[in-house]
């Protein structure tokens, strides 16, 4: 019925698509005609809004030509609606960086104009920008402003288009009373807006109210596709998958899924692509559709790189870095500033004891007159500090969201060694698979031949070898798929909900999966592994993705640190000297009785290696963020300080015993 209906809007709304076109197309032909002025640059930015929502890469066109023909005109407001358009373009590709580069270009330069409508547009943006990268602090911080400037100038279509968008904000964080507040504000105005419906259906499908979410949804499929808005086409049908899943209808679910994958216009818009791809990955895998939900999985897993790589990464850093310099400008810029007024103050404080001395009436005027005078100087400076203040603020605030990139890259990379580990574990059943597969063609080649000769023992003698062979290939198969399965349980987010984990299974799981993984990187690569575990441990409560990572993180270190001393040792072998032999050790222990009597038993994990060592004068930097011994490209330096802040969450410890040039063991103690 549901998908009847969409047939219907999409036909009733055929002729307005057009207009829509037809309005493009009309802008076009003035471009055609239009002189290189200040009139071309505005039809370049209307062109540039136009499709901004449907073909990015379009609309960041059409702004680069509007910003290079104001450079050249001199046209400073051009400039900054050029900017404040590349901004909207590069934020909708995913381009975070450079789209918060330009919106604080084209900020400061309307505030420079006194343009308010200018300044209230590049908030708007900032706080889009912000909401795509899952900063809804900042996002609601900018939009709330954009709202009040808004309001400032009466401009009613805006309050209704920026309370539609802080609803949309409050949504995605979970504030689903200011979201519906905000969101149906705007609704008793304007009702045919696709975006707005998009975030009403979004806050009803999470209060439970599937009727209501898919009549908002659908509702706003052929509204977005007459003002040519391809993201809301994206979000409607995700949506609407997302409604069915809660309902348990997947294959309902799959249908609308697929539908926004197969958007002609999807690839403007990467996160809706990722968002439909990782829904069609977890219902597969829910289904136990192996080959399906590795598909989906792979799919998800290359628009995330398209999306968070590690170059846009260091572009965001970059860009933050970029702006403390420049505070650090300004600071320095104030300070001289303030030897300055110092020295002025002298100046006139002696002209003034002249003048008292001279003529003690006009000299006392004058210090009346003066005072005044420092006073203004001390009000202006003292402003001028407050402003520093907050754009320090400002800045630090930048960095903290530059800081939540990085550890979502970091995460991302531990994805990637997991899944090279379950790959050769993977390699090792399919081997015995294809093996015994080929053994039984012979045998079948075998059957027949005796069968031929009438040779009715051999026959029975070859089919039982064959049965055993089958066997054996089920037996491995099931190992496989055991295998993928725990691989689609590791490529899952944390629900950051504890569960009862077995706490030395996992610990031996995630070895394997280290060194395989480091295995499948470098095949010289060698190192031999002893474990000891507790049996008396049991399981625990833990969230077992999280501590996973830790565990993860902590053998690459060891592995990496006995690969580095075997880099390092001498060959050939002097006289007398043994030959290096890379170790790692991973046991685990009970410290005391589970909890009686008030006394709180806990678990030790130890991860210990025979490397070089930690040097003394480093070791009270490991757990601090960005900081690494590894060389320029091989760490992030976030690994340890990400591992800190998990098992501090889990109430535990993570502590370090190191000797240099003798190894390092890394100490985590939870409570059992």
Known sequence: MKKNLIGFYLLFFFMQVNAQNKKIDSLKQELLVAKEDTNKVWVLARLSENYTWSFADTALMYAQQGLQLSQELNFKSGEAHSMTDLA???????????????????????????????????????????????????????????????????????????????????????????????????????????????????????????????????????????????????????????????????????????????????RAYPIGLLNASTLLADIYASKNKSDSAVKYLKVTINFKDSLFNQQKTREAQSFAFNEQLHQQELQQTLKQTQVQYKNRINIYILIAGLIVLLIVAVGLWRKNVYKQKSFALLQKQKQEIYIQKNKVETTLEELRSTQSQLIQSEKMASLGELTAGIAHEIQNPLNFVNNFSEINADLIDELQDELKAGKADAAISISNDIKENEQKISHHGKRADAIVKGMLQHSQSSSSIKELTYINKLADEYLGLSYHGLRAKDKDFNATIKTDFDESIGSINIIPQDIGRVLLNLYNNAFYAVNERQKQSPQPLKRGEEEYEPLVTVSTRRLGSPPTGGDEGKIEIRVADNGNGIPQKVLDKIFQPFFTTKPTGQGTGLGLSLSYDIIKAHGGEIKVETKEGEGTTFIIQLLA
């Open 88 to 266: 909207g373009a590069l934020t909708t590709l995913g381009n975070y960086a450079n789209a918060l580069d330009f919106s604080y270009k084209s900020l400061a330069l309307f505030k420079s104009l006194k343009n308010s409508f200018g300044i209230s547009y590049v908030y708007r943006r900032l706080g889009l920008c912000y909401r795509e990268q899952g900063d809804y602090k900042r996002a609601i911080q900018y939009i709330r402003a954009d709202l009040k400037l808004r309001e400032l100038l009466h401009d009613d279509y805006g309050i209704i288009f920026t309370q539609a968008m802080l609803g949309g904000i409050y949504e995605r964080n979970n504030q689903l009373d200011s979201a519906l507040f905000y969101a149906q504000s705007a609704y008793k105005v304007n009702q045919n807006w696709s975006g707005l419906l998009t975030v009403l259906g979004a806050i009803h499908a999470k209060l439970r109210h599937s009727e209501l979410a898919l009549d908002f949804y659908t509702k706003a499929i052929p509204l977005a596709i007459r003002d040519n808005f391809q993201v809301d086409i994206l979000d409607a049908y995700n949506g609407i998958a997302n409604v069915y899943i809660n309902e348990g209808k997947t294959d309902s679910a799959i249908y609308y899924a697929k539908q926004a994958l197969a958007q002609k216009w999807g």
